[in-house]
């Protein structure tokens, strides 16, 4: 079933999710219904709070995008990340291997048509829980990194704007805050 994605504006953005500690059939739904509603979106990532959901569950897939590559190694072996999409990541955590940090566009469902640069780590190690409950850990660098920072950053209640530098901000700042409105009037 396609859901509907949240707008800025929505205060669900900003609440942190809970901690999903059993993938029970109400999830494994939730999970089937937001695959269906990134892709109809042509999303790279989507978290629950997107759908209006405050759990600490998101979606990551980075399959077909050819001109922002991502890397990804299990066990320190490198693998072709397009073999473990869709990501599902409950509970995820991450940290930066090394110091190397990297500026490159974003953009996030929840902001149609804004997309600005953001500077976060370029590689690092990631913990989750999948879809059937068992531990996963991986490396990963690239678009895959940075989707799923971006991804934990919802999972948080942090947007990313929050992240901008204050001149790209402001640049934005009359796009952003005509969502914002957009939404408030939706929701009233
Ligand atoms: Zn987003």
Avoid at 90 to 99: C, F, K, R
Avoid at 121 to 140: K, L
Avoid at 143 to 151: C, F, G, S, T
């Amino acid at each position: 079933m396609l859901l509907d994605i949240v707008k800025y504006g929505d205060p669900v953005l900003r609440q942190k999710g809970e901690r999903v500690e059993e993938v029970t059939p109400e999830i494994r739904q939730l999970i089937n219904d937001m695959l269906e509603t990134m892709r109809e979106a042509h999303g790279i990532g989507l978290a629950a709070q997107q759908v209006g959901t405050a759990l600490q569950l998101a979606l990551v897939d980075v399959t077909g995008v050819e001109d922002r590559p991502s890397r990804m190694s299990l066990d320190g072996e490198p693998v072709n990340p397009e073999d473990y999409m869709p990501l599902i990541l409950l509970n995820p955590e991450w940290t930066a291997v090394g110091d190397a940090k990297e500026d490159n566009g974003e953009g996030c469902l929840s902001f149609p048509e804004v997309y600005g640069e953001i500077n976060r780590p370029e590689e690092i190690d990631v913990t989750a829980t999948d879809e059937n409950g068992e531990s996963v850990a991986f490396r990963c660098g690239g678009l895959l990194a940075r989707a799923i920072q971006h991804e934990w950053d919802h999972l948080h209640g942090i947007l990313f704007i929050d992240r901008m530098d204050a001149i790209v901000k402001a640049q934005l700042k009359s796009e952003i805050d005509a969502i914002q409105a957009e939404t408030k009037k939706t929701m009233s």
